[in-house]
């Protein structure tokens, strides 16, 4: 199948450039190859297949409609802030061409089936070299397959599920694995003298039912109890309103605090019904809660106790943050979050990874990529030997209608 879709993309890519008159029909070995601009390249090299291509395709595959179309939207406005740039440099610079850039949007709808059909869509049809996204776990789990089969390189945003990156050595992850987050959470906990804990997690939901056991068995570890696991079923996420039940058996489990890794959909009617229900510990989310308009859902009263782990703030004093958080707020007018940050950086990686591969096909930018150092602003980059990134986390709170700083959680202080 692989050779196959291999195969037929090279034809395609031959007779689309004859038909720009970058060859002619006698031309069929490497060294008579010709560049973008109707040029043999200096060295007689070009792409995988001795091609350098009229336009280099990324695919970006996000929710753009649906319940989680809020995270694509950030995804987005990033990634077009990104296409900006290339667009006044002209492209990115690759074995002395410079190679326009285009980025395809694909709607997953935060559905993984839809998933799978958007990476064959932007594999078999608009031949993409590589894919940024999707944003969740279940949905790279799903389509990263497909990806992985073609040798498409692939790099999902906000997937911090263990088992992304286990589905080939071509899925890599911008972001911190829930490993690394569930150790954050757990220390956390134990620092501020919270060693008796409630857990309330979607169990139709990877990204949630991996984060709720790694945080269980990490925190245990560390010699706390769960007094308490309570769970519910959303697997389309925002249709499950009612929590009254589950928190209600949360309080009479008389918790020191609550870990709920719950997509920011959820957070509005946990945080009014515990509220409502009388619980007044805090409850500590996790990267997915980060979403400022869940600021414009909350009532003041009901956000007292509320807090969130972050690989991003705007309120960290570096140079990239603060740059890239002044030039996001003039263009749209709102804050950048996780979902945006986690998304400009891992296209950018793509961008970097292409312009030191090799040779310009999927091997040569899986290669560049796993082997990438990279200083964006979620931080400096580098993948270990699984493909994913070690990056340090920040502890935010909501306060009123602003996103409070409480405090960083070095990568470092938690190594093994």
Request: glycine share 8%.
């Amino acid at each position: 199948m692989k050779k196959m879709v291999a195969l037929v993309l090279s034809l395609l890519m031959v007779l689309s450039l004859a038909a720009c008159g970058g060859t002619n029909g006698s031309e069929t070995t490497a060294a008579n190859d010709n560049t973008a601009d109707g040029t043999q390249s200096a060295d007689g090299s070009g792409s995988g297949n001795g091609k350098v291509p009229d336009t280099i395709k990324i695919g970006v595959v996000c929710a753009i409609s649906g319940t989680y179309a809020q995270e694509g939207e950030y995804v987005k406005e990033a990634v077009d802030l990104l296409q900006e740039e290339l667009n006044e440099a002209g492209g990115v610079e690759w074995n002395g061409n410079t190679i326009p850039v285009e980025f395809i949007y694909e709607d997953n709808e935060g559905d993984a089936e839809t998933s799978v059909n958007c990476f064959n869509k932007l594999i078999d049809n608009d031949g993409v070299m590589a894919i940024v996204g999707p944003p969740m776990s279940g949905c790279l789990i799903a389509a990263g397959p497909i990806a992985q089969e073609n040798q498409i390189p692939t790099i999902g945003t906000m997937t911090t599920n263990i088992e992304c990156t286990q589905v080939g050595d071509y899925i890599f992850r911008a972001c911190f694995i829930d490993a690394f987050q569930a150790k954050v959470a757990a220390n956390w906990m134990i620092s501020e003298g919270y060693t008796e804990v409630g857990v309330l997690s979607n169990n139709a939901d990877d990204y949630s039912t991996g984060l709720a056991n790694a945080f269980i068995e990490e925190f245990e570890g560390l010699g706390g109890t769960i007094v308490d696991h309570e769970t519910f079923a959303d697997a389309a996420g925002g249709d499950v309103k009612d929590f009254s039940v589950q928190l209600t058996k949360l309080k009479n489990a008389d918790p020191q605090a609550i870990f709920s890794p719950t997509y920011y959909m959820n957070v509005p009617d946990i945080l009014s019904q515990a509220s409502q229900i009388g619980i007044d510990v805090p409850l500590l989310g996790t990267d997915s809660w980060d979403t400022p308009d869940v600021l414009n859902l909350i009532d003041a009263e009901n956000k007292a106790n509320a807090y969130y782990i972050s690989a991003f703030s705007a309120l960290n004093p570096d140079e990239k943050v603060q740059e890239f958080t002044a030039r996001f707020e003039e263009a749209y007018g709102s804050t950048p979050n996780s979902n945006a940050t986690f998304a400009y950086d891992a296209a950018a990686m793509v961008i970097q990874a292409i312009s030191e591969a090799e040779t310009l096909d999927g091997p040569g930018i899986r290669d560049a990529l796993a082997a990438i150092q990279y200083d964006g602003v979620t931080g400096t980059t580098t993948f270990d030997a699984d493909r994913n990134p070690v990056k340090d986390a920040n502890i935010l709170r909501f306060s009123g209608n602003e996103i409070e700083y409480v405090t960083s959680v070095k990568a470092s202080d938690l190594a093994e």
